[in-house]
C-alpha cells in the first residue's frame, strides 16, 4: 500500500542512473522550488547573485548537492573561501560570494542545504566575473559593439563535479592573460601595501611650475601621479599631467599650480586603488584571444 508521507522523507526519490535510485536533497529541492515559485533570492541573509544559474544547475543535477554530503567536489569547498579572498588583489569585494560565510562553514565543517547553494552561488558568480567582469560594459556605454563569448559557467560547473576535482585552476584560468593586466595588478598590490594608499592633499603654497623643487612637489605628484618613489622636482611628465587635469577640470591649461588649480585638485578624491580596480574591470571586459593586429590606446 502506498504511503503518502514517504515522499515527505529526508530525500526525495526522483528517477534512475546507472548506480540505481538517485535520491535529491529534501532541503535542497524545496527551497529552490520556492525560488522558482517567486521566492525572493535570499538565503541566511545572503543575497543570491546567480539565482537562474543555480536553479538550472540542480534541475540537470536531479537537486543532488556537489559541494557537501556525498557531493563530487566536498574536498573541494574549502578552496573557495581562498580563492574568493585572493580575487580581492583583482579588484572583486569578498563580500559579494559569501566569504565569510563559507569561510566560517568550511572551518566548523558545517555541511546542509544553505552551504551547498550559497557555494555555488558564490563558484558561478566568481567565475562570471573573472571571465566577463563584474558588470556589462554595453550597459555602461551604448556605443560598446566589442563582444567575447561568454564563458558558460553552468556547463564549467557540471564539468568539474563529473572530474571531481580542478575548481582552483579552473577559476584562475579564467583571469586575463595579458601581461598588461598583471601589471596592472603589480602596481595594485604595491600601492595597497603602503600606508596611505589615497594620496593626501597639496599643502597651501607658492605657485608651482616646471623646475620648482621641494616637499610640495613630492606631494603634487603624489597626488596627481599616485603614490609612489618620486623625486621633488616639477619635471616635464608631472607639466603634462597637471596640464591634462587643468583641461579635464575646465581651468586654464597653462601647468601652473596656483591657488585655482589647488582648490580643485585638494577637493577631487583621488583613490588609486579605485582607478586600478576600474581599469582591471575594463581588461576584464576585453575578449580574452585578440586579433594579429590590433590598435591599443591608451
Do not use: C
Amino acid at each position: 500500500m502506498y504511503n503518502g508521507k514517504l515522499a515527505m522523507g529526508v530525500f526525495w526519490l526522483i528517477g534512475l542512473n546507472w548506480g540505481g535510485l538517485v535520491y535529491a536533497d529534501e532541503g535542497l529541492r524545496m527551497y529552490l522550488e520556492g525560488l522558482r515559485a517567486g521566492a525572493p533570492a535570499v538565503l541566511a541573509g545572503q543575497t543570491l547573485q546567480s539565482a537562474e544559474a543555480i536553479m538550472a544547475f540542480y534541475l540537470d543535477n536531479n537537486h543532488q548537492p556537489v559541494w557537501t554530503g556525498d557531493g563530487a567536489l566536498t574536498a573541494e569547498l574549502n578552496t573557495l573561501p581562498i580563492a574568493i579572498e585572493e580575487s580581492q588583489a583583482h579588484g572583486l569585494v569578498a563580500s559579494r560570494y559569501h566569504h565569510s560565510f563559507l569561510r566560517d562553514q568550511v572551518q566548523d565543517e558545517q555541511s546542509d542545504h544553505v552551504t551547498e547553494i550559497l557555494a555555488t552561488d558564490a563558484f558561478l558568480t566568481q567565475a562570471r566575473h573573472r571571465a566577463d567582469g563584474v558588470v556589462s560594459p554595453a550597459s555602461l556605454d551604448p556605443d560598446w559593439h566589442l563582444v567575447d563569448a561568454e564563458h558558460d559557467v553552468v556547463e564549467d560547473l557540471k564539468m568539474l563535479a563529473s572530474q571531481g576535482s580542478g575548481v582552483e585552476a579552473y577559476l584562475l584560468g579564467l583571469w586575463p592573460d595579458s601581461a598588461d593586466y598583471k601589471l596592472l595588478i603589480q602596481e595594485r598590490g604595491r600601492i595597497a601595501a603602503l600606508d596611505e594608499a589615497q594620496s593626501q592633499p597639496v599643502s597651501a603654497g607658492a605657485l608651482l611650475k616646471l623646475g620648482a623643487t621641494g616637499p610640495r612637489v613630492l606631494e603634487l605628484k603624489n597626488r596627481l601621479l599616485g603614490p609612489d618613489d618620486h623625486t621633488d622636482v616639477f619635471d616635464e611628465a608631472l607639466d603634462r599631467s597637471v596640464r591634462i587635469f587643468q583641461d579635464s577640470a575646465n581651468l586654464q591649461t597653462d601647468g601652473l599650480v596656483g591657488a585655482a588649480t589647488l582648490a580643485v585638485l585638494n577637493a577631487t578624491r583621488v583613490d588609486w586603488i579605485g582607478r586600478l580596480d576600474a581599469n582591471l574591470e575594463r581588461w576584464r571586459w576585453l575578449p580574452q584571444q585578440t586579433p594579429e593586429d590590433y590598435i591599443s590606446v591608451n
